[in-house]
Every structure is written in C-alpha cells, then in structure tokens.
C-alpha cells in the first residue's frame, strides 16, 4: 500500500500486493480498492496483473450509486498493460454516461481476463472493458452480464475500438439500448463486441442477444446493430462466430434510418 504526491496531478494510490509495475514484473492487484487505485495519474502507464478473483459488487454503491469510477477518465488515459492472469472481476456495476472498466485507453493490452456478471449502464457511451479503445490489443477475454442504457455507441467489450486487435474474446454479455426519437440524436451503433469497430477481430464468439428500443416519434440519425460490431471499418474479420439475436423495437412513426446486421 503506498500513497504518493502532494499536488493532485501527482498524487497516486497503489494497493498491490507485489511487483514493480513493469511487463516483467506488473503490480499484482488482489481487490477492488487496489483495482480503482489503477486509476492514479501516476500509476496510468504501468503494467498491471490480477492477483487472484475480484468481488467488485461493493463498488455498486460508491459514488452515489454510480459505481465504480472508469481507469483513465480524467485528462490522462490508461497506455499500460492489465493481464487477468486467468482470473475474474466479478459484478463488475456502473450507472455513468461513460461507463466501463476502462475510459479511453490508448495503446494499451488487454490479456487473459473474465469480466463476469457485469452490470453496466450508459447514457453517452459505454462496454464492459472500455468505453473507447485506441490501438490496444484484447486476447484472451471472457465477457458476461449486461451493458444497457441509453447511450449512442455500446458493446459487450468497448463502444468504439478503434484500430488494433480484437482476438480470441467470447461474450455472452447482453447488449441492451434504448433511444429517445422525439428528439435528434446523433449517429449510434450497438453490437455484440463493439458499437462502432475498426479494430482487427478473430477467433471470436459472440452469443449474448443485442437489442435496440426506440421510443417517440420524432427523427434521429443513423443507427446500426449487429451480432458482432454495429459497424465495422475496413480491418479484417476472420473466425468469429455470432448467434447473438439481433432485435429491433420501435414506435410505428419513429424516424431516423437503422441497418441490422
């Protein structure tokens, strides 16, 4: 356990129970107070790992109920790497309007990691392990539970992945979104992985359901669904599988265009 820093862009709160925070050697994080110390200025570039299975349900009540606070949502964002070292983050609970493990991490890996009975909920963007991923690499990773709200770009893993790899990653986490057509609302996309991809993805399985609710009879932009991404860049897809049920409900006069897919 170590505090340190005076002003509070140099403040950093680190609860491992070993390592030096290098790839070699990551800090081994054992709870979730350990877990959202992640997200200390200082501690944002450093490699991380699992120490064993964490109980994350007790951070459902922080904030004023709205959970546990996304790694790297301040001015500076999460480049390090988080090995789950075959562990799980369990009930994993945020109600934000960006809401996920992870912020908008840049660069970063992501390995061998089971985010289970997630409970996420979203007003702007949101997914189980980052609400927007720049260039990082996700292998290895187990999703379950639900990612819902009213949000505009969500997914089992992340809301927008944008560039870099998406491998060997099986989800059975339910994709829920709901969206207010009496008034203008901009483009969205909802998928079973990504809400808006341009990320490589392989050797992946997706079986959790993805819905999207429109309510009111007004107009909004374009939206798209899908089993795997709501919409997918020029990167490849190679062996991923999807029976995730694609389900649309909106109001007989509601506006705006929706592909499925």
Do not use: K
Request: glycine share 18%.
């Amino acid at each position: 356990f170590r505090l340190q820093g005076a002003a509070p862009s140099d403040r950093s709160f680190l609860r491992a129970t070993g390592g030096t925070g290098t790839p070699a050697d990551p800090y081994l994080i054992a709870d979730i107070y350990g877990l959202q110390g992640i997200d200390s200025p200082l501690l944002l570039a450093n490699s991380f790992a699992l120490a064993n299975d964490i109980d994350a349900a007790p951070a459902g009540a922080w904030d004023d109920n709205q959970g546990f606070d996304p790694i790297g949502a301040g001015a500076a964002q999460f480049t390090g790497t988080f090995d789950g070292a075959g562990f799980a983050i369990d009930a994993l609970t945020i109600d934000r309007a960006d809401a996920a493990l992870f912020d908008r991490p840049s660069g970063a890996s992501f390995t061998n990691l089971a985010l289970s009975n997630l409970a996420i909920t979203a007003g702007d963007e949101g997914g189980g392990l980052a609400v927007a991923s720049t260039d990082g690499t996700h292998a290895g990773l187990n999703l379950s539970g639900s990612v819902a709200g009213a949000g505009r770009l969500m997914g089992g893993l992340a809301g927008t992945a944008t560039g870099g790899t998406i491998d060997n990653v099986t989800s059975t986490a339910v994709v829920a979104a709901t969206r207010d057509t009496g008034v203008f609302q901009a483009t969205a996309a909802f998928g079973g992985l990504v809400g808006a991809s341009s990320a490589a993805i392989g050797n992946s399985t997706v079986t959790g359901g993805v819905s999207l609710t429109q309510t009111g009879t007004g107009g909004i932009g374009f939206t798209r669904i899908g089993g795997v991404a709501g919409s997918q860049g020029a990167a490849a897809v190679s062996g991923v599988t999807s029976t995730a049920p694609v389900t649309l409900s909106r109001a007989v006069e509601g506006g705006g265009q929706v592909f499925a897919g």
